[in-house]
């Protein structure tokens, strides 16, 4: 298994201003993911995290408003760029690991956009 | 169509009955299934994992596959109140993203 550690845990932010999140894996995983749950719905995959090259994006999600790195195999970030209200959302991490095709996932990072 | 389909609820049940939480899924290439449990303000547990058809028991929880109907299903037998949560379905084919039901919220009444 994975275990997977997200900073910051919450945060209240302004609106038109930006927030990285960090999520750190204690393994190596060969793929990581990036959602969003927003409140009392299931998740929704942003992008997929590539390890030293652009990640790949679902449809309505762009690079712009949330760019992404991978910079190894145990670490990545999204950015939520130029906040607005609707951006409040839970963001989720998440790992598959080597050995299997199973997906970890982060404590997730609660966003509020005021 | 959604590719995988999932009963939002809210369930209700009372401690000690057995929970049959199930899913439809509409992409004959899925292979591995999965079953999370959410508890509320906390990131989705790995619950179940099967691969291909078949069922797979842990100790309270048994994990059911039917590809020929393309059924999923949950079991949780001699349900607690601490199981109450909210539990998400989801699919892959392999190496890709997992797609996800909309997750059923299960309480368990004491």
């Known amino acids: 298994s994975a275990v997977i550690s997200q900073k910051p845990s919450r945060d209240i932010c302004q609106r038109g201003t930006s927030l990285t999140i960090q999520c750190q894996v204690d393994?190596?995983?060969?793929?990581m993911f990036w959602y969003r749950q927003q409140p009392g719905q299931s998740l929704t995959l942003i992008a997929t995290?590539?390890?030293?090259?652009?990640?790949?994006?679902e449809s309505g999600f762009v690079i712009d408003k949330f760019p992404i790195s991978r910079p190894n195999l145990t670490f990545s970030t999204l950015t939520v760029s130029n906040m607005s209200p609707e951006d409040s959302s839970i963001y989720l991490c998440s790992g598959t690991t080597e050995s299997t095709d199973t997906q970890y996932f982060g404590p997730g990072t609660r966003l509020t956009v005021l | 169509q959604k590719e995988v389909e999932q009963d939002p609820g809210p369930l209700s049940v009372p401690e000690g009955a057995i929970v049959s939480l199930n899913c439809t899924y509409s992409?004959?290439?899925?292979?591995?299934f999965m079953w999370y449990r959410q508890y509320s303000r906390k990131g989705p547990e790995l619950l179940m994992y099967t691969y291909s058809s078949g069922n797979k028991e842990d100790g309270r929880f048994t994990a059911q596959v039917d590809k020929s109907s393309k059924y999923i299903s949950l079991f949780i037998r001699d349900s607690q109140p601490s199981d109450s949560a909210t539990y998400l379905c989801?699919?892959?084919?392999?190496?890709?993203?997992?797609?996800f039901g909309k997750g059923t919220r299960l309480s368990v009444i004491a």
């Open positions: 992409n004959s290439a899925f292979q591995y």
């Open positions: 989801a699919s892959s084919s392999g190496n890709t993203p997992l797609v």
């Open positions: 393994s190596q995983v060969t793929m």
């Open positions: 995290a590539n390890q030293g090259s652009e990640a790949t994006y």
